[in-house]
């Protein structure tokens, strides 16, 4: 006879904290006002912005719902360690992670420098295991959780000129799904996100006369688009899916 699994549990919101990195603006702003309206207690990570980081927690509690500044860098690894020891001495635990933060430095690969590909691998590689690697020990603790990374449709496909990114956005999607295999049964979900061309301030120097043909939908997306997906991914609902790259592209890839 095949052993019955427990149905999968069903946490208050508002006893999970959600952490999300880079979210002083762009796509990582809209996952934080999207989770606490969701019910989520939102810690807010950010590296340089306090004006920025501060607008966006503003904006979370006069919607009623409850935000934590933590300012670090998630590439520096004593710095993310210092902060996240610091966030788990609240009692409440961290059961929802999205790894955001990210940069690009964009050269057709003979201009690339070593300095600006370290920098970019640092950020969106080194980033995810020094915030994500601490917790999840604890998550396995709770037997629940869920870590959402953005990766891109560059590191899908790829594209000229982001070898840098488009490499450290497929590292994601790589370490995304083997993650995901080690904690299913921990009711721990992984998944990635892979956004187009969204309307923030990272596409500012794209030539939009020429991307906006390659789109079949023919239009940018936009950042609370992608936050809707990811507090879906975030919520109850989203129990069975994991180890899966979700693309939200307007049909790009």
Partial sequence: MRRRRNSPRELDPSSIRALVTGASRGIGAAVAEALAAAGHPVILNYRASDEAAAEVARRVEAAGGSCTLSKFDVADA??????I???????RPI???VNNAGIARDAPFPALTREDWQAVLRTTLDGFFNVTQPLVMPMTRLRWGRIINLSSVSGVIGNRGQVAYAAAKAGIIGATRSLARELAKRDITVNAVAPGLIETDMIKDVPLEHALPLIPARRLGTAQEVASLVAYLASPAAGYITGQVLGINGGMA
């Fill in 78 to 83: 004593e710095a993310a360690s210092a902060a």
């Fill in 85 to 91: 020891a610091g966030l788990l001495e609240d009692e």
């Fill in 95 to 97: 059961g929802v992670i």
